[in-house]
Nanobody, 124 residues
Framework: QVQLVESGGGLVQAGGSLRLSCTLS????????MGWFRQAPGKEREFVAR????????YYADSVKGRFTISRDNAKNTVYLQMNSLKLEDTAVYYC?????????????????WGQGTQVTVSS
C-alpha cells in the first residue's frame, strides 16, 4: 500500500518560516520525482515546487521562487519544503506529490500519488 504522510504544517506569522516533510512508503522512493502543490479556499490546486528523482534538478512556481526550497533525502524516503518569508497568500493546504517521471511534473493530472494534505496558515 502506497502512503505519503506529510507533517510540519501549522500557524505562523507573516515573515516566519515552516518546514514541511513528506515520507513515502510502499514504493521505492528514488524511483519517483517529488513535488508540492497547494490549494487555498475557493481556488484550484496549484503547483509549488518539484524535485527530480536524484535531487539534482528543482523547479519552483514564480510565486515562491527565492523563498521556498525543496529538497529530498533518498535514504530517509523523505521530501522537504522549507518555506521562508511566508506571506498571507501562502495560506493553503499543502499536498505532497509523487510521480514516476524523472524530473517531476507541474501538472496535477500527471501525479501518481498524493499525500493527505497539511494546513499552513499565515497570520498578520
Amino acid at each position: 500500500q502506497v502512503q505519503l504522510v506529510e507533517s510540519g504544517g501549522g500557524l505562523v506569522q507573516a515573515g516566519g518560516s515552516l518546514r514541511l516533510s513528506c515520507t513515502l512508503s510502499g514504493r521505492t522512493f528514488s524511483n519517483y520525482a517529488m513535488g508540492w502543490f497547494r490549494q487555498a479556499p475557493g481556488k484550484e490546486r496549484e503547483f509549488v515546487a518539484r524535485i527530480s528523482r536524484s535531487g539534482g534538478s528543482t523547479y519552483y512556481a514564480d510565486s515562491v521562487k527565492g523563498r521556498f526550497t525543496i529538497s529530498r533525502d533518498n535514504a530517509k524516503n523523505t521530501v522537504y519544503l522549507q518555506m521562508n518569508s511566508l506571506k498571507l497568500e501562502d495560506t493553503a493546504v499543502y499536498y505532497c506529490a509523487a510521480d514516476s517521471s524523472v524530473l517531476g511534473s507541474t501538472n496535477s493530472e500527471q501525479i501518481d500519488y498524493w499525500g493527505q494534505g497539511t494546513q499552513v496558515t499565515v497570520s498578520s
